[in-house]
């Protein structure tokens, strides 16, 4: 991602700041919990409380398109902080609820309301643009409640990458205003000239309304119990009319569900593993977005909730067997922004697949370059790999033939500009000082070194993404065959066997018994052992007789911590397990490198990976793994050690339950046949069985169930709908 998070090594962290632009500074702890709605371009972080901007140490607010829109949203009942009782997300993270009750509330030394009296429940949603809440307040007292409910709120539309911490020299100006009994504007001229709004509207009109506060004088008679609405709009037009609370509720759960049929559901025999199915399936459903091209999968909150190329591409590729139309709105959306001209400032080049889209003001004034960026050398690679194993899945030919044309352009720049010395490796540097200086998914700036801890310079080919470029010339060379030509599918099949053979003999350390991370600008290999090597396995690049050394060595004590495989292996010079990327543990880093076990037939390693995260996510906040968390050894009757601005949800790590899953099955998909293959499937001990519903094979589905018997299984077809077959392959 574009973002390099904190270090934790004092002697790193001012060189750090100095090399990285793009930083994510940790100043102190978080004094309550948060929780995260999002409906599209628009995310909300809140505390416990349901308050926004009260508790230090988090990222609240409300924002629309990399933008803040509400910095503070504080409820106080006579000037007092209410109690919290608990606070917990709907199963599907449509709303967020918060039960809270009031304090012991004196005036002028004598108690005039006993604590526990008010039950106060706060009910947030976003949808369309707008966060909605509901305050519902009951008495449960002997006599009438008198006191009054006050709301501050404020805004300083800050872009996203000032609320991270980055200093902006001047920015525009703002302003608020009353537009009525029950309205406040909260209006921002940004430098580049654009105005953003933030309407605050309150239902019923409030006793005493102020720019940047309402205030509600209430009697609430014994066991009575009333409701006040409050509404904050991004940029909402004057004739675009505010739907009633308890009406979007419903609209917006009934176009959730719309959304979500037709996806495989999943059920197994145990009820934590189905705990942490149902919470990765809500977050990706909630961090989908409505764009123009179809559904995409948005890389995280709060950082990342934007289109990245190479993020949702892993994530449509890791939902592929699941849920294949994801895949197809990525695919086309990543089309439809694909580099057509040089622009050194933006990093592009024809043919190159984004990197990271922003939609807010320092974009617009290029203060970052991430208006359109497409500062990764892996995005173009995996957009053919995609596309390719896209249609495989669904044997959607229109589509592919939307596509080729991107496809091709994709393959030339892997050729050409891609290449810049004509090695025969796909390399990046970064065109400007602006931009990423390591371009790869490991993207701190301190990620791709040598041996002696020494960073690497020049052209650097990192050994992953020449994986990517066989498997990508592999697929693409069989979806030539589909379109009729034969002889672009011959040359790409050549062009990927040569490759194989030029890799093996400048990537493999016989010394280090695994692949180097890199290759420096001046061919020198970074004889460090990472994961990397691990997405090698997935991309089918290895060597048969290699494949086994390298699962060993990641599953050895230096790389696998009892929770994961960490991403650089214990006792390398630049191994930390606090940091970003040298040391810490990916769940979706480990789900791809389970991929690559299951393709070389190493079922036993994937059950090791498989129940490492399974044991990981039951440690963790509502079953939910996070981007990454801490590569510390596993100790007995302790949990995972969690790293302090991951992203939670984020879309890859949401989606690693499913390809832990997939891997174990060994599922396969030939549409052209109309037949599902599990290919030497095997169930972790802590999974007796699995049900799979509503399993998707062009105009076909089926229900399975998967039994583990020992190291075996045994597979029954529940039920079929259309033509469709099931096999078990038992051989590599």
């Known amino acids: 991602m574009a973002i390099e998070a904190t270090a934790s090594v004092s002697n790193i962290r001012d060189e750090a700041v100095t090399e990285s632009p793009f930083y994510i500074p940790m100043t102190g702890p978080t004094a309550r919990p948060r929780q995260v709605l999002k409906h599209d371009d628009t995310f909300v972080v809140l505390d416990s409380h349901g308050d926004i901007g009260v508790s230090a140490g988090g990222p609240d607010g409300l924002f629309n398109a990399d933008t803040r829109y509400l910095a503070r949203l504080e409820l106080l009942l006579d000037d007092m902080q209410p109690l919290l009782l608990g606070s917990n997300l709907r199963d599907d993270n449509s709303a967020l609820t918060v039960d809270l009750t009031n304090p012991d509330i004196y005036s002028n030394g004598r108690l005039v309301l006993q604590k526990d009296v008010l039950h106060i429940v706060r009910t947030i949603f976003l949808w369309r643009g707008t966060a909605y809440q509901r305050i519902g307040l009951q008495n449960h007292g002997d006599r009438t409640a008198i006191f009054d409910l006050t709301l501050f709120f404020d805004n300083d539309f800050a872009d996203l990458f000032e ?92 176009e959730m569900r719309q959304l979500t049929a037709g996806t495989t559901s999943i059920e197994t025999s145990n009820n934590i593993f189905n705990e942490v199915v149902c919470q990765s399936m809500a977050d990706l459903n909630m961090l989908m977005t409505e764009t123009p091209q179809g559904r995409y999968p948005y890389a995280g909150i709060p950082w990342y909730s934007t289109t990245f190329g190479r993020d949702g591409l892993i994530t449509a590729l890791q939902m592929l067997w699941i849920d294949p139309r994801v895949a197809r709105g990525v695919l086309r959306r990543l089309a439809s922004y694909q580099a057509t001209t040089v622009d050194p400032v933006n990093d592009a080049e024809p043919g190159k697949i984004l990197h990271e889209m922003r939609g807010g003001e320092m ?65 990046y540097q970064r065109a400007t000082d602006e931009g990423l200086q390591n371009q790869g998914w490991k993207d701190s700036y301190d990620a791709v070194f040598h041996a002696d801890g020494e960073l690497a310079e020049g052209d650097i080919a990192l050994a992953e993404v020449q994986g990517y470029v066989f498997a990508a010339k592999q697929l693409a060379a069989r979806c030539a065959r589909r379109l009729g030509l034969t002889h672009r599918a011959e040359t790409l099949d050549d062009e990927a066997r040569r490759l194989a053979v030029r890799f093996e003999k400048a990537f493999w350390c016989e010394e280090l018994g695994t692949y180097v991370l890199a290759l420096d600008g001046a061919k020198r290999p970074c004889r460090v052992r990472t994961s990397n090597a691990g997405q090698l396995l997935f991309t089918g690049i290895v060597r048969e007789d290699r494949a086994r050394l390298v699962a060993a060595d990641l599953l050895g004590p230096q790389f696998f911590s009892g929770w994961g495989i960490r991403t650089v292996a214990r006792g390398e010079a630049r191994y930390n397990p606090m940091s970003y990327h040298n040391g810490s543990i990916w769940p979706h880093d480990n789900a791809l490198i389970a991929l690559g076990f299951a393709r070389y037939g190493l079922k036993h390693a994937v059950e090791q990976v498989f129940k490492g995260l399974f044991e990981t996510a039951s440690y963790m906040e509502l079953r939910r793994l996070p981007e990454l968390f801490c590569g510390f050894q596993r100790e007995r009757r302790r949990g995972p050690t969690l790293y302090p601005v991951a992203c939670a949800p984020q879309a890859w790590a949401s989606a690693t339950p499913f390809t832990l899953l997939e891997a174990s099955l060994g599922l396969e998909f030939d549409a052209r046949r109309g037949e599902i293959r599990l290919r030497n499937p095997r169930l972790p001990a802590f999974l007796n069985e699995v049900i799979l519903r509503d399993l998707q094979l062009g105009d076909s589905s089926v229900d399975l169930r998967v039994r583990r018997h020992g190291d075996d299984v045994s597979l029954e077809v529940l039920r079929t709908r259309g033509r469709i077959q099931v096999s078990l392959v038992l051989a590599h």
Request: hydrophobic letters at 40%; charged letters at 25%; one cysteine or more.
């Open 163 to 254: 609320v991270r911490g980055t200093q902006r020299a001047r920015r525009g100006t703002g302003s608020s205003r009353l537009l009525g009994f029950g309205d406040v504007a909260l209006l921002y001229r940004g430098l580049d000239d654009v105005v953003r709004s933030s309407t605050v509207h309150l239902e019923p009109r409030p006793t005493r309304l102020a720019v940047n506060a309402a205030t509600y004088h209430l009697e609430l008679p014994p066991q009575q119990n009333t409701s006040l609405f409050v509404t904050v709009s991004c940029n909402r037009p004057k004739s675009d009319p505010l739907m009633p609370f308890f009406k979007g509720l419903l609209a917006h759960r009934r």
């Open 363 to 427: 974009a617009s004034l290029r203060e970052v370059p991430f208006a359109q960026y497409y500062g990764s050398v892996d995005s173009t690679p995996l957009f053919v790999m995609l596309a390719g194993l896209y249609v495989e899945r669904t044997g959607d030919d229109a589509t592919l033939a939307d596509l080729w044309e991107s496809i091709e352009a994709a393959l030339r720049w892997i050729d050409g500009a891609g290449d810049p010395d004509k090695d025969g490796f796909v390399e």
